[in-house]
């Protein structure tokens, strides 16, 4: 059964514009670390927010938000003031409990495209 | 060099060949990894290492060979590959390992071509 689910395989927003993009999520286990990476076209996966599941506060990095809803299993990416260079393709990840072993699991991604 | 380091960029080999991708990482973690991304797939988890140690090894076919001589340093030796391997090689590497709160940061990948 599939982990992540990003039900949106490409969205557009225009420059300045807020979007959101969706993940679901399917685990069992108590502890876990939810993750959202960047991958432009030259393909090189890049970070940009982390929400723990113990976390009672939604996550924040600069234009980046996470909007976590525990008990729907979302947790959905918000991007604020859009810019053109936020085009690329958004994976949303998660990790489980120690038992669970090392992997992140990818959902699909969504490739968001910002027209100006 | 700062964050995580791959080379080559780009790799166009045979089936025949014998070739190897080099992954280091600059930020003194502990563990790293190799993940496969192949076109309208999800990314695959291939290898962990943990303190240099094997500690994951996800099914992957032994034309896929894992090699971490440092905490710095993993390589991906490949012989023999399909064509059905052409994809994208990223190296990852995180802090501890082990715990969920751990996160990964990536390399700029090697975009392999087998024909």
């Known amino acids: 059964a599939q982990k992540i689910t990003q039900t949106q395989p490409g969205m557009f927003v225009q420059e300045k514009e807020a979007v959101t993009l969706d993940c679901t999520y399917d685990?069992?286990?108590?502890?876990?670390?939810l993750f959202w990476y960047k991958q432009p076209s030259s393909g090189e996966m890049i970070f940009l927010i982390y929400?723990?599941?113990?976390?009672?506060q939604n996550a924040t990095e600069g234009r980046y938000s996470l909007n976590f809803q525990k008990a729907r299993k979302s947790a959905n990416l918000v991007i604020s003031a859009s810019q053109l260079g936020d085009s690329a393709m958004y994976f949303c990840?998660?990790?489980?409990?120690?038992?669970?072993?090392?992997?992140?699991?990818f959902g699909k991604g969504t490739s968001l495209l910002v027209t100006p | 060099e700062t964050g995580v380091t791959q080379t080559p960029r780009h790799l166009v080999m045979g089936m025949t060949n014998k070739k190897s991708l080099k992954c280091e990482q600059h930020?003194?973690?502990?563990?790293m990894y190799w993940y496969k991304q192949s076109a309208k797939k999800p990314l695959e988890l291939m290898f962990v290492?943990?303190?240099?140690?094997?500690?994951e090894n996800n099914s992957v076919p032994s034309r896929f060979s894992p090699e971490c001589p440092n905490s710095s340093h993993l390589f991906l030796h490949l012989h023999t590959l399909q064509p059905e391997d052409s994809a994208l090689y990223l190296c990852?590497?995180?802090?501890?390992?082990?715990?969920?709160?751990?996160?990964?940061?990536f390399g700029p990948g090697t975009r392999l071509t087998v024909l």
């Open positions: 990852a590497s995180s802090p501890q390992g082990l715990v969920s709160t751990d996160t990964q940061y």
């Open positions: 685990t069992s286990d108590q502890s876990y670390g």
């Open positions: 929400q723990g599941s113990y976390d009672e």
């Open positions: 990840a998660m990790r489980e409990g120690a038992y669970s072993g090392y992997a992140l699991n």
């Open positions: 930020l003194g973690h502990n563990a």
């Open positions: 290492y943990s303190l240099e140690e094997r500690v």
